[in-house]
């Protein structure tokens, strides 16, 4: 069979949309065979079918190609890019980030159904850019950019996320380290009679730490 087929070679020619798709699909299914024709079908652009009638030696050829461009080491945060005709900035600044901002990317980060709308969060169009400073447009709203954002390069996405999940890790990781070692915050939550039955810190630690081992294998 002559099928010509255009196999991605970096992160950054598969988009959003298509890795949303498959991690919905590999979500409730273990099966090895389909799982790696849906790949193909997914990233590659080609039909079941076409797949099907593929040699074994070539299935198990592209196989490795998409693996390795899995395994290719992620980019540093890209603060700007063009897409779509227009140029998207991160937020300038995380220590101004505004009430529904911080809510809606609370909800949406930690699902991967939800990435497009997390990424339109976290990416907005420059409105004033001098040098490598720049402002963004005022947050109105997820839905303003969410559609989008699904056809945004994988490479991009990766990025902002295992950022952003590092800098969460980070921090939980400093407040577990925190309460555990801080004789006075662990008094002023005595006092607060959060120490209830004797254990109410050890809770709120042990609820901590399990939270830190989620996000870790979460990024993973």
């Known amino acids: ?18 890795y949303q798709k498959f991690l919905s699909i590999s979500k409730d299914n273990k099966d090895t065979i389909f799982l790696n024709h849906k790949m193909i079908e997914i990233f590659c652009g080609v039909s079941l079918v076409e797949v099907s009638m593929m040699k074994v030696k070539d299935i198990n050829d592209i196989m490795l190609k998409l693996e390795n461009v899995f395994k290719t080491n992620r980019d540093k945060l890209k603060r700007t890019f063009k897409h779509n005709n227009i140029e998207f900035g991160f937020i300038p600044n995380l220590d101004d980030i505004t009430f529904g901002e911080y809510t809606d990317l609370d909800t949406y980060i930690s699902d991967w159904d939800n990435m497009h709308k997390a990424m339109a969060v976290l990416y907005r169009p420059i409105t004033n850019k001098l040098g490598n400073k720049y402002t963004i447009k005022e947050y109105g709203g997820s839905h303003e950019y969410s559609e989008t ?5 994988l490479d991009i996405v990766l990025s902002s996320f295992l950022f952003f999940s590092t800098l969460g890790i980070e921090l939980l990781k400093f407040t577990v380290n925190y309460l555990e070692t801080d004789k006075e915050i662990q008094a002023t939550l005595k006092q607060h009679n959060l120490e209830q039955n004797g254990n109410g810190i050890h809770h709120i630690t042990d609820l901590l730490k399990e939270t830190y081992s989620n996000l870790i294998a979460f990024q993973n």
């Open 1 to 18: 069979m002559n099928l010509k087929i255009s196999i991605p070679t970096s992160l950054s020619e598969i988009t959003l949309e298509q």
């Open 149 to 153: 954002m699904l056809t945004l390069p």
